[in-house]
């Protein structure tokens, strides 16, 4: 059984930067998808981005697109995310998650079936 750990969250300005890490144990995550979902006060949570198991293919949600960077460290069995130009609606529980095995799509959270416990971001304007 996997536990996901995120950490790198905390207060930044608008127009600031974070990094995210989720960090795997228990299991590798090395030949799982894994995505970064956020969830913001009285929203639903919603798709941030996923990374394939290689590396190779990524994916962004629109709001998040050419700010945002997710990158893996499959030694590490580490999962990053990397945020640029923060926006005050960037504000959110942001978690990581590994996708089934056997699933497809990257978008729905029903596709992943382990959760980290979140870590707070906060962009101040």
């Known amino acids: 059984q996997v536990q996901l750990v995120e950490s790198g969250g905390g207060l930044v300005q608008a127009g600031g930067s974070l990094g995210l890490s989720c960090a795997a144990s228990g299991s590798s995550i090395g030949i799982y998808n894994m995505g970064w979902f956020r969830q913001a006060p009285g929203k639903e949570r919603e798709f941030v981005s996923a990374i394939t198991w290689t590396g190779s293919s990524t994916y962004y949600a629109d709001s998040v697109k050419g700010r945002f960077t997710i990158s893996r460290d499959n030694i590490k069995n580490t999962v990053y995310l990397k945020m640029n130009s923060l926006e005050p609606e960037d504000t959110a529980v942001y978690y990581c998650?590994?996708?089934?095995?056997?699933?497809?799509?990257?978008?729905?959270?029903?596709?992943?079936?382990?959760w980290g416990q979140g870590t707070q971001v906060t962009v101040s304007s």
């Open positions: 998650a590994r996708r089934a095995r056997g699933s497809y799509g990257y978008q729905s959270e029903k596709l992943y079936d382990y």
